[in-house]
């Protein structure tokens, strides 16, 4: 909603306000709808600026009434967005996604009151993903996994325009800046920018930011923690964890003209020749895995299930959520750090990262190969550190090759 307005900028408590400060600047303004939103105002000719009250949780959200939402949105919600809103290239310019701006202003999610994980529930997670959970360190990947309701609240929420059920999570990168122990009180905020990008497939891609605060051990924690602050210290909370969680949303169906390969990408370290890694573990991931992953996570999304709900969304079985993989490859690689050089990152006092690109679903049951390679190209850490190891590690389907999904896991030392 756009208005004529000469002034200086004011804020407007509620949405009738905002409505009849619109009307008496432009009575041609009829029914304004808005919620928590700021008139800004100068010069001749400003906007008004919806703002989203971030939704605040004391308590980690709860499934079912997400997964309400998520079968509502399926009734009024659209699959597709007007790309009357998209951005447009420059001449010259080289081809690249389209952005659509698809909502007023970002949506955002917190866990405001501190949480202590549960180290029983840590200790499935490892034994499913074969990882290490020793001292109550955190595996890497864990808060992801933990933080998932958090950020799918955000698909959920009625100011999202699309029907997000059936969402598919296709990269994901991970920077956990030292380790977490799981006696630990943490916050969590999650935000979903309000663009997205559309795919050459007509598909929407989006992200989702996530970021862990530490407030300390638990007896030293107040039981709300402020936006700014723990409230009653001095101290900030410390950002301990953050993700960058990329969401596609499978856009209507469209045929396209068939394209001629083009030629093969320089290797990166997402993208290691497979001559490059060795096979370091064989496993069979059984038809239940999902399921199993599920109850730890609580991803009930119905695509990791049954073969019945997953042929809903157009896949022949279930497929395996990547949070679960990624943490089979990673621990793996861990295991065999004497052929990928990569140390137990519970003991990694520095920066680590961890990127992870998902190529295509892995069915279930399927047998898989867990591959791993120690490279010696560094990376630039936040903290301004220089790395120590990069590893890159990568699935494949044991029988016929195809490769599931790729990433690296980078190591940086602190600068003192």
């Not at 509620?14 to 303004?29: H, I, Q």
């Not at 997670?125 to 933080?147: G, I, K, N, T």
């Amino acid at each position: 909603h756009f208005f004529v307005c000469q002034d200086e900028p004011f804020a407007l408590g509620s949405s009738s306000k905002m409505a009849s400060a619109a009307r008496s600047v432009c009575p041609s303004v009829g029914i304004c709808c808005a919620v928590g939103g700021t008139l800004v105002l100068g010069g001749t000719l400003l906007w008004v600026r919806f703002s989203t009250p971030p939704v605040e949780y004391s308590e980690p959200p709860r499934l079912l009434p997400i997964a309400i939402r998520f079968l509502v949105s399926m009734l009024y919600k659209p699959r597709s967005l007007s790309e009357s809103s998209g951005s447009k290239r420059k001449q010259g310019e080289p081809s690249s996604d389209k952005v659509l701006v698809m909502m007023p202003a970002p949506l955002e999610a917190r866990l405001v009151r501190p949480q202590v994980v549960d180290s029983a529930v840590v200790r499935r997670y490892a034994a499913v993903c074969q990882c290490d959970f020793r001292d109550e360190m955190l595996p890497v990947c864990y808060l992801e996994s933990y933080s998932f309701l958090l950020q799918t609240s955000l698909l959920a929420h009625p100011r999202f325009p699309l029907a997000a059920i059936g969402t598919l999570h296709v990269r994901n990168t991970i920077v956990q800046r030292r380790p977490v122990k799981a006696t630990e009180k943490l916050t969590i905020h999650c935000q979903l920018p309000n663009t997205v990008r559309v795919t050459s497939k007509g598909d929407y891609e989006m992200d989702v930011v996530t970021l862990v605060f530490s407030h300390g051990p638990a007896s030293r924690t107040p039981a709300r923690v402020a936006e700014n602050g723990p409230s009653g210290q001095s101290a900030a909370p410390e950002l301990v964890y953050s993700t960058t969680a990329v969401f596609l949303i499978r856009g209507p169906k469209r045929k396209e003209p068939k394209r001629k390969p083009t030629s093969p990408t320089p290797a990166s370290p997402l993208s290691v020749p497979e001559q490059e890694l060795v096979v370091l573990q064989k496993l069979r991931l059984p038809e239940h895995f999902g399921r199993l992953f599920a109850s730890i996570c609580r991803d009930y999304n119905l695509i990791h299930m049954w073969r019945l709900t997953a042929r809903l969304f157009g896949f022949s079985r279930p497929i395996a959520h990547g949070m679960a993989l990624t943490m089979l490859a990673v621990g793996s690689a861990e295991r065999n750090s004497s052929v990928t050089g990569l140390p137990s990152l519970a003991k990694v006092e520095g920066p680590v990262e961890v990127e992870v690109s998902f190529v295509r679903p892995t069915l279930l049951p399927m047998e898989i190969e867990v591959l791993g390679s120690s490279t010696d190209e560094g990376f630039a850490s936040d903290d301004g550190g220089e790395s120590t190891v990069v590893v890159a590690y990568a699935l494949r389907h044991a029988k016929d090759g195809k490769e599931l999904l790729r990433g690296v896991v980078k190591i940086g030392k602190q600068s003192s």
